[in-house]
């Protein structure tokens, strides 16, 4: 069920990325949610050393890894838009 639930979640990039958003709109560092939206390289050395042991996690941890990508664009995106509002002010 959890499995379940955890996949529904990663259909919806907007909803993570304006959360962060918010975050963006209260004085949070965009570097920092950045980085917090990233998965670091560190991670994602795991995970492949993980998946040569159990390649059955390579499409979960894929699926992972382009959620996080797409967060990311609709974030840089969103702050970019935002950013040239404010300009335009």
């Known amino acids: 069920m959890e499995e379940v639930e955890s996949q529904h979640e990663l259909e919806y990039p907007h909803r993570e990325a ?3 958003y918010g ?3 209260r004085g949070h560092s965009p570097e920092n ?3 917090d939206i990233e998965v670091p390289a560190d991670v994602l050395a795991k995970w492949h050393r993980e998946t ?3 390649p ?3 499409g979960r941890f894929f699926r992972i ?3 996080r990508r797409n967060v990311l664009a609709i974030f ?3 702050i970019g838009h935002d950013g040239k ?3 335009l002010q």
Request: no cysteine; glycine share 0%.
């Open 85 to 87: 509002t404010q300009r």
């Open 56 to 58: 059955e996690q390579r």
């Open 65 to 67: 890894v382009e959620f």
């Open 23 to 25: 975050l963006y709109l």
């Open 52 to 54: 040569e042991r159990e």
């Open 18 to 20: 304006a959360f962060f």
């Open 76 to 78: 840089e995106s969103l």
């Open 33 to 35: 949610l950045r980085r």
